[in-house]
């Protein structure tokens, strides 16, 4: 018995290895015209299960890059894709990203929006269908369209969301993370709700929740802070008493401000977090004693070379 338990256990180790021995980094440079892959789409065609696709920003411009999202609503089971910026650049999404019949992928530094028009992430499947096993991290979500990630219908379990930044307004009258159908044992931590919410002129207020899980399981927002949205996790905001199904929860913060380096999606330090004006459980309060959010402050030298491009900027207008 002993002997068959250890073949087992090395046979599912190797296959691990050798599983791990195929999977591929593919490299997206838009900025290149002789590049290999030009579009995150393209890396996407050629990927497999298991693999890497790393996407790169101009250095030319700030690391700055714009690119479609991929076609995920094909049911064509590339399970355990990981998408995830290079470095530090500053990768955009101009199109929303749609993921149906998938489990597994992660997607790691990418900003959605803004935008009046799509939304950040929506998982599309059919009732009948379960999927789920995402990690979303260190993304931005940036005055979107409509929701910044949305589940339609079919069940999605265990999914991660963390380091994350959600910052409106919004520009549609809808839930920030609309997960009101078929969500559970999600995981929400780590990250930043600030100011969504939608201006309905009509009624002349604010409208919009930042999270509604209703019809899920329970979930409770971890390490995270609220501020300025007109729901943010349970409905306490208004004084509501009903379940929402999502919570605050620890060490959530309600009252805490967020400041910014830049709001210009197009500089480099935007939604860096400024250390002089943000309080200690933004810029070390998250699960792992580190900042919330997608992004930390920037580095001296970082701030340094901004300012010496800022007197330059005056001199020149003088």
């Given at each position: 018995m002993?002997?068959?338990?250890?073949?087992?256990?090395s046979f599912v180790a190797v296959l691990g290895l050798v599983g791990s021995a195929f999977a591929a980094e593919l490299h997206v440079y838009g900025y290149n015209p002789t590049a290999k892959?030009?579009?995150?789409q393209a890396a996407y065609d050629a990927a497999i299960t298991g693999d890497t696709i790393t996407i790169h920003g101009d250095p030319a411009n700030y690391g700055l890059y714009k690119y479609s999202a991929p076609a995920g609503n094909v049911d064509d089971s590339k399970n355990d894709i990981t998408f995830r910026r290079y470095g530090s650049d500053n990768i955009r999404l101009t199109s929303q990203l749609t993921i149906a019949w998938k489990t597994?992928?992660?997607l790691d530094g990418l900003t959605f929006?803004?935008?009046?028009?799509?939304?950040?992430?929506?998982?599309?499947?059919r009732t009948s269908v379960t999927q789920g096993w995402f990690t979303i991290k260190n993304c931005i979500f940036f005055q979107v369209g409509t929701q910044a990630i949305y589940n339609y219908r079919g069940y999605n379990r265990n999914t991660t969301i963390e380091n994350c930044t959600f910052l409106g307004p919004m520009n549609a009258n809808q839930s920030t993370l609309a997960l009101a159908s078929y969500c559970y044992n999600w995981?929400?931590?780590?990250?930043?709700?600030?100011?969504?919410?939608y201006w309905r002129a009509s009624t002349t207020s604010w409208t919009g929740e930042a999270i509604d899980m209703q019809g899920s399981s329970d979930t409770y927002a971890d390490y995270c802070t609220?501020?300025?949205?007109?729901?943010?996790a349970d409905g306490s905001d208004l004084g509501r008493s009903y379940a929402n199904m999502s919570f605050y929860g620890v060490n959530a913060t309600t009252n805490k401000l967020v400041t910014f380096a830049s709001l210009d999606p197009n500089c480099p330090t935007f939604l860096y977090l400024t250390p002089w004006t943000n309080d200690a459980s933004i810029l070390t309060g998250d699960s792992d004693g580190s900042y919330r959010g997608a992004r930390p402050t920037p580095e001296p030298a970082t701030i340094a070379l901004l300012g010496l491009g800022g007197l330059a900027?005056?001199?020149k207008r003088r």
């Open positions: 002993c002997r068959k338990l250890l073949f087992l256990i892959y030009k579009t995150i597994g992928w992660t929006g803004p935008s009046t028009t799509y939304s950040g992430i929506n998982f599309a499947s995981t929400i931590k780590d990250s930043i709700f600030q100011s969504c919410k609220f501020y300025s949205n007109v729901v943010g900027l005056l001199r």
